[in-house]
């Protein structure tokens, strides 16, 4: 069973893909992390993000063992991993690495901007989870917050935004809603109550699908 997880920045999307993998006793991927790590590189090795052959470079010498989730969290690499998101060259290295992990014996769980449309438009379970980008604001806000960056919400919210931009306008694999997704708003609902609504959709497409 392969579970497609979709969605803008700050939409809560991570957390519930981790949870039901758990659920579910599945392998995860935050397909996000890739990008993070490709834009964190870039950054440290002072990369033009113009330079697409050294982006792409980067990306095809990937190590998933070697990833540090907590460290690719920092703010500056968001942006970076938005810039490098929209680089063709870039998608088509990490490509096969995400896919692979998707159809691995079992299945798996992954969520990004691409997993219900590219990565494995054939998961039986596909959800898109979004919020308004004042809701994703705020959120962002306050984890950036507890881990002591020095931020305000009008500049996230303009963070936000611009990564939306990005993320849907990108010529290459954009963010985009699969046909087939099931859609979980949780503008208005906390961490609980949206954890339930994804499962319950969940578990609709597992019934749908003779799971």
């Known amino acids: 069973m392969i579970i497609a997880i979709d969605g803008p920045a700050a939409s809560g999307k991570g957390t519930i893909a981790r949870r039901l993998a758990t659920h579910y006793g599945l392998p995860h991927l935050d397909t996000g992390l ?38 690719l969290k920092a703010g500056p690499v968001g942006e ?10 870039v998608r088509a290295k990490l490509l096969k690495l995400q896919q692979d992990f998707a159809h691995q014996p079992g299945g798996a769980v992954l969520d ?33 917050l507890k881990r002591g960056e020095e931020v305000t919400l009008a500049a996230v919210l303009d963070d936000i935004r611009r990564r939306d931009a990005r993320d849907s306008g990108r010529s290459s694999a954009p963010l985009v ?11 208005g609902l906390d961490v609980e109550g949206s954890w339930q609504a994804a499962l319950a959709l969940a578990e609709r497409a597992r019934a749908a699908a003779g799971l």
Request: glycine share 4%; no cysteine.
């Open 80 to 89: 970076a991993a938005s810039k490098v998101a929209a680089v063709p060259e």
């Open 177 to 187: 809603q699969a046909p087939d997704a099931q859609v979980l708003d949780n503008t």
């Open 112 to 144: 990004g901007r691409d997993i219900g449309t590219v990565i494995a438009p054939d998961a039986e379970v596909k959800l898109f989870v979004t919020a308004t980008p004042e809701a994703r604001a705020e959120r962002r806000f306050n984890e950036l």
């Open 34 to 71: 890739l990008y993070r790590a490709v834009g964190a590189k870039a950054l440290e090795n002072n990369v033009d993000f113009d330079d697409t052959a050294a982006l792409a470079g980067i990306a095809a010498a990937l190590d998933l063992a070697a990833l540090d989730a907590e460290a």
